[in-house]
């Protein structure tokens, strides 16, 4: 599982850095690598083709889910920062927070930002039921016996 997901983060990384289209295709495309490698448990070369072939057809869709929790994601992202940044400039007399009190400010923005990675991370979980429901017609007695 991590080396999908770091294989994942490099290839949509790389796709970035060549353009930003690239870079979305590669993030549509490998959106339940993970997920295929938790409950499949092909290898890591063969999670990110099976994620190919689970989101193939339907990538508009996932663009439109992955654009959609980005959004939700980023402007909690940016409120909870700006608060924080606020809240620490009100109280350091607005000079570059240091030591202490950095450390605090970026705990309590990784604190609220939990919740909210949780939800990209359920959301490629559910995706990749959704998928094989919708491709393989697969139930979730079929998902469930891989706990077995």
């Known amino acids: 599982v991590l080396l999908v997901s770091l294989l994942v983060g ?37 999670s990110l083709d099976r994620s190919h072939d689970l989101t193939s057809g339907t990538r508009t869709g996932v663009f439109a889910v992955l654009l959609v929790i980005g959004m939700i994601v980023g ?37 609220v930002m939990i919740p909210f990675e949780c939800l990209q991370a359920t959301s490629a979980a559910v995706g990749y039921h959704d998928l094989r429901v919708h491709r393989e017609g697969a139930d979730v007695e079929d998902l469930v016996r891989v706990f077995e």
């Open 75 to 111: 402007v909690v992202s940016f409120v909870a920062t700006a608060a924080i940044t606020m809240v620490s400039a009100s109280l350091g007399d607005g000079k570059e927070l240091v030591g202490p009190a950095y450390a605090i400010t970026q705990l309590v923005l990784t604190l």
């Open 10 to 46: 490099i290839v949509t990384l790389l796709g970035t850095l060549l353009c930003v289209v690239p870079g979305i295709i590669a993030a549509c495309m490998n959106w339940v690598a993970v997920p295929v490698a938790v409950i499949e448990r092909p290898g890591v070369r063969a």
